[in-house]
Nanobody, 121 residues
Framework: QVQLVESGGGLVQPGGSLRLSCAASGSIISAYIMAWYRQAPGKQRELVASITSGGSTYYADSAKGRFTISADNAKNTVYLQMNSLKPGDTAVYYC???????????????WGQGTQVTVSS
């Protein structure tokens, strides 16, 4: 079982920056693929960025060049640095931990409670 707690959301003006944090407990993040998703009102939840235990990263096209995902294994925390924010980035941002146990063919998928990011002047 993994507990994920996000923080760092808030109101920011267009062009501004925020850093989201996701503190994990109950298991080590290096055992999982860690990811940030977001969900805007009336839209489906979408993947923003992910990072593997080996440090490989993935970014959605909307995040490339502006967002950076990173992990601090010593603190068991994942971050999402968001720069050059746009009104279209307004959403609830969720932290996700996911892994698949091939031996028993079981997937483990955990979500945080979400943190609101609002980009507005």
């Amino acid at each position: 079982q993994v507990q994920l707690v996000e923080s760092g959301g808030g109101l920011v003006q267009p062009g501004g920056s925020l850093r989201l944090s996701c503190a994990a407990s109950g298991s080590i993040i290096s055992a999982y693929i860690m990811a940030w998703y977001r969900q805007a009102p009336g839209k489906q939840r979408e993947l923003v960025a992910s990072i593997t235990s080996g440090g490989s990263t993935y970014y959605a096209d909307s995040a490339k060049g502006r967002f950076t995902i990173s992990a601090d294994n010593a603190k068991n925390t994942v971050y999402l640095q968001m720069n050059s924010l746009k009104p279209g980035d307004t959403a609830v941002y969720y932290c996700n931990a996911n892994r698949f146990n091939h031996i028993i063919a079981q997937r483990y998928n955990y979500w945080g409670q979400g943190t609101q990011v609002t980009v507005s002047s």
